[in-house]
């Protein structure tokens, strides 16, 4: 009996867009029928979400890239965003997230925040990879890449426990942020941002108190 999927795929490379359509074509099971539509911005995948929940007839895998311009009307600003609403809107379809970052606080927050049946980093992907990937998060989801697992492996397996705001802390630091500056980014005082900073250090056993040898040890951990 053949199983009709429908899929949306959301990416703004249409070089990319190809290359996931043709892989998920040519490696699907016989039994399977794949109805794909494409979606280059926020704007359209936003219409085509939409428009199958009226009809209803709704995906039932959506491919979601992260970095996506913004929508027109500023209420998404990345694909984080359209996979938050997709989760509201299409509650059964599964959420396959693709992506360039591979910075442990991303994905720890992609994570948290859309708990997606599939998360692949692009630079890990291969078209093998992409089809495993697919059926896996149809039948025994989830499926994360070898980067994805191994951020998750090195925080589990760490007996450093560090709330989120510590986590935006050690990303900001990463990004090149002063500590004057990260006060404003994480709506709390300089001094509390001292006393974090303070903590963080004793946890990752930093001696010499440099900004930049905690990092080298969150990094070691999988938490930056």
Known sequence: MTEKIRILMIDDHPMIIEGYQNTLQFTKAEHQELHIDIANNCDEAIKYMDTSVSRTIPYD??????????SSD??????????EYARKVLPRAKIVILTMFNEAFRIHNIIKTI?????????????????SAFQAVLYNPPFYSGTVNSHIRKTITSDIVIDEKNRKILH???????????????????????????????LFCVDDGQ???????ARKQGFV
């Open 115 to 131: 708990d997606p049946e599939g998360f692949l980093i692009k630079s890990d992907l291969t078209s093998s990879e992409l089809a």
């Open 61 to 70: 895998v959506l491919f979601v890239d992260i970095s996506l311009p913004p």
């Open 74 to 83: 500023g209420s998404m600003n990345s694909g984080e965003d359209l996979a």
């Open 211 to 217: 900004d930049e040898t905690l990092l080298s040890e």
């Open 172 to 202: 900001l630091l990463s990004q090149g942020i002063k500590t004057k500056n990260l006060a404003s980014h994480l709506d709390i005082s300089l001094s509390a941002v001292e006393k974090r900073k303070k903590q963080l250090k004793e």
